[in-house]
């Protein structure tokens, strides 16, 4: 029994999901080592908020990427940060299309500029001029759900 007792009221779960294989693989290491270390030394102290925190691992890489092949096929470009955004890109692209019915240019910002919000994979967008808007969210993990907590806006 660890010294700040047991149950969910006296400890936090964090899942640590970080990919273990794959070209991602050669950061699990640090990530995990770094991860450890910062909650050791707030266990050290008195927790946080008076609770210790427990940390499990799984592997993001294999999986995640197994489902996106399935999902897209092998012929999808590489998962990265990049291939993200450029997917969110094209079918926010799309969903402009789609609602405005042209991709010229000033019939494009003519409706825009009305604030018509187009639905994308990546949720609700709204446009502010030439910027896209959209709202982040900052969740707290309840097994496989999430609770959204906060809207950022």
Do not use: W
Request: glycine share 12%; hydrophobic share 40%; net charge negative.
């Amino acid at each position: 029994m660890s010294a700040f007792g047991e149950g969910p009221d006296v400890t936090i779960e964090i899942l640590n999901i970080v990919p273990m294989q794959g070209p991602g693989g050669i950061v699990a290491a640090s990530c995990d080592a770094a991860i450890s270390l910062t909650v050791d030394e707030i266990n050290t102290g008195a927790g946080f908020l008076g609770r210790e925190i427990r940390t499990t691992n799984i592997d993001g890489g294999r999986d995640r990427l197994a489902r996106y092949r399935r999902l897209h096929g092998n012929f999808a470009p590489a998962l990265t940060s990049f291939s993200n955004m450029s997917y969110q890109a094209i079918h926010t692209l799309r969903a402009i299309a789609q609602t405005v019915g042209s991709l010229q240019v000033p019939e494009v910002h003519a409706v825009l500029d009305q604030g018509v919000l187009l639905e994308t994979p990546g949720g609700t967008r709204g446009f502010l001029g030439n910027q896209a808007q959209q709202h982040g969210y900052i969740a707290l993990a309840d097994g496989v759900d999430f609770d959204i907590i906060a809207k950022i806006t």
